[in-house]
């Protein structure tokens, strides 16, 4: 039962674009949301998370917003760089079950010149 | 400062026999996370340890067991190995529960290949 879900298994953004990243979920309880990037033989590196009681949150060129009511976030990336071409993931937490966090399958961004 | 380290990088074993994990976790950290990433698929929660202590537990059978030492690194351990059990293991670290900063900082992984 895949509770995150990231219907766009691939995005392609020219550079200077913005990236728009798409996440759905089902499960009610969840209160604490993050995006991660990977890499090809690494491991997943934290980019920007987001609470419940929030509905946007910014750090330099990344920002997410949480949309409750449509069990929906997403997670803006402006200007795209060449840098970014990664898999993203979507990640979400219950509230009470600190530890565990659920991802969704992930999204392969490819920035393009 | 160090980020969480795994060893091996990679790994080839035999159905039916035993795979050893090992991750050591930011330095500070206390809690302890392992990740399966099957081919193709999202990230599946194994286990959380804490302070020594197993905390939650993913979907998967009991031979996938580990266990975490007084310096907070962590051994992961899959017995009676299956094919399916090839995938890519990765550690993550946070600092504790009562931190109130839960974000999980992972490591490299290991690729465990199952023949």
């Known amino acids: 039962d895949q509770q995150v879900k990231q219907n766009s298994p691939s995005l392609s953004v020219q550079e200077g674009r913005i990236s728009i990243l798409n996440c759905d979920y089902t499960n009610s309880m969840f209160d604490y949301f993050l995006w991660y990037k990977k890499y090809p033989a690494e491991g997943p590196t934290f980019l920007i998370s987001i609470s419940s009681i929030k509905d946007k949150n910014e750090d330099g060129r990344f920002t997410v917003f949480l949309n409750k009511s449509a069990k929906h976030l997403s997670l803006h990336i402006v200007p795209s760089q060449p840098g970014d071409s990664a898999v993203y993931f979507c990640?979400?937490?219950?509230?009470?079950?600190?530890?565990?966090?659920?991802f969704g399958a992930g999204t392969q961004v490819v920035v393009t010149p | 400062e160090a980020g969480v380290t795994q060893s091996p990088t990679h790994l080839i074993k035999t159905r039916g026999q035993q795979a050893t994990l090992r991750c050591s976790p930011i330095s500070g950290h206390t809690s302890v996370y392992w990740y399966q990433q099957a081919l193709g698929l999202g990230l599946q929660f194994l286990l959380w340890y804490d302070e020594g202590e197993e905390r939650n537990r993913g979907n998967f059978p009991p031979r996938f067991s580990g266990r975490q030492f007084p310096n907070y690194s962590s051994e992961l351990n899959v017995n009676a190995l299956e094919l399916e059990d090839s995938a890519l293991y990765l550690c993550a670290s946070s600092l504790g529960p009562g931190a109130g900063q839960e974000t999980q900082y992972f490591g490299p992984g290991t690729r465990l290949l199952v023949l």
């Open positions: 990640a979400a937490r219950e509230v009470d079950s600190w530890g565990k966090l659920q």
